[in-house]
């Protein structure tokens, strides 16, 4: 399939309680089956559910068309999934079953068209404050994931909607990208020194942004999907 069109998108943050009535997942679904029949990869930039977590003899309830679908669309093109900070405890389900390819690293170079691109969610890069990487650290720990998996999966998914649920309250509009100011643009600019890359796409802030980086290359934030327009093509 190689010469095919390359699809990228983030933070449709599927699930019962932040996707009422499946719409997005609806339009998701209805998008894979669009793709056309040459197409070369789907990128999934991170957030694609609203939260998810593998188990080893259990399936989270919900979200089971868009499974079967992206099934079938990796059987079509290669689809790369990016874990973000909500669905970051995705370990190998969805490659044995699915079929999908995981990336378990913060970034990903590929090269497109002749050009270098730089591929992540997005949440983790750059410098924080130390409440978000305590946040980064207790969450992606181990040991607290395993102490997490011990309990059962009902008390662990009504806990962490109620979570997702608390952060939508608060936070009702996105938060404008910072711009040159923001850890992202910080990242890319720092790699870009050392780096190669014509393009950074990222996801993560749900504020569509462009900017040219000063080390080279452009910036990217896709914003939410809603729909076939939030996604980017190359």
Request: aromatic letters at 14%.
């Amino acid at each position: 399939m190689a010469g095919g069109r390359s699809y990228f998108v983030a933070d449709l943050h599927l699930g019962p309680d932040s996707d009422p009535g499946g719409v997005r997942e609806k339009a998701f679904v209805d998008f894979l089956r669009s793709l056309p029949a040459d197409a070369e990869a789907l990128y999934l930039l991170g957030d694609i559910f609203d939260f998810w977590i593998d188990y080893r003899d259990v399936v989270p309830r919900g979200c089971v068309r868009v499974l079967a679908a992206l099934a079938d669309t990796a059987q079509r093109m290669d689809v790369w999934f990016f874990r973000g900070n909500h669905d970051w405890w995705v370990t190998d389900y969805f490659e044995k079953e699915l079929g999908v390819h995981i990336v378990r690293e913060p970034v990903k170079e590929i090269e497109l068209g002749g050009r270098r691109i730089c591929l992540g969610h997005g949440d983790t890069l750059g410098a924080h404050d130390a409440k978000s990487k305590l946040i980064f650290h207790v969450f992606r720990n181990k040991t607290c994931l395993a102490l997490l998996k011990a309990l059962p999966p009902h008390w662990v998914f009504r806990f962490a909607r109620a979570w997702s649920a608390r952060s939508r309250r608060n936070h009702p509009v996105p938060t404008p990208f910072a711009g040159r100011e923001a850890p992202l643009y910080h990242f890319a600019n720092e790699y870009g020194r050392n780096h190669d890359i014509d393009l950074y796409i990222f996801g993560h802030w749900h504020a569509p942004t462009r900017l040219p980086v000063e080390s080279g290359g452009e910036l990217i934030i896709l914003g939410a999907w809603t729909g076939a327009e939030d996604t980017f093509e190359l």
